[in-house]
């Protein structure tokens, strides 16, 4: 069995249901390539546009790296509650396949280094996430790149 990460589930552009950067209405475009080691699950986004967002802002400031460490809930609207109460504010959220599709990225790049995400997988993310885990698993090093739509 082959150890480290991959494959790689690659989705060209994602399509959002909506996208607010602070607060305001956003056309994002971007690419991604999902991929896991274990538990751990890597993503890699790519902007595909200058459209306000957190990772144009992240890179516009000269950054490089690790953005971004994300939480996933099957409770969101909890989780997300929350962290406003403690003061966190919402630097972008959005929703992907639907209501229960939600993510927020928390604006904690002062305190922590990394932004903090919040992602609803009690929808059609989490049997997502999870056939990326199975994949990594029970990887031969074969097919190391899947497109997805």
Known sequence: MRRGVGPWFYVDRVQTDYFLCRGVESELEVSVAVANSGELQLELIQPRNDASSAFTEFLDAGHDGAQRVAYWTEDFQ????????LGYTVTQEGSIGGEHGRFAYLDTE???????EICDISGPTGPFFSDI????????????????R
């Open 78 to 85: 909890r989780l997300y509650d929350n962290a406003l109460s």
């Open 110 to 116: 002062h305190d922590h280094g990394t932004a903090i």
């Open 133 to 148: 885990r199975d994949a990594a698993a029970n990887w031969d090093g074969t097919d190391p790149i899947r497109r997805r």
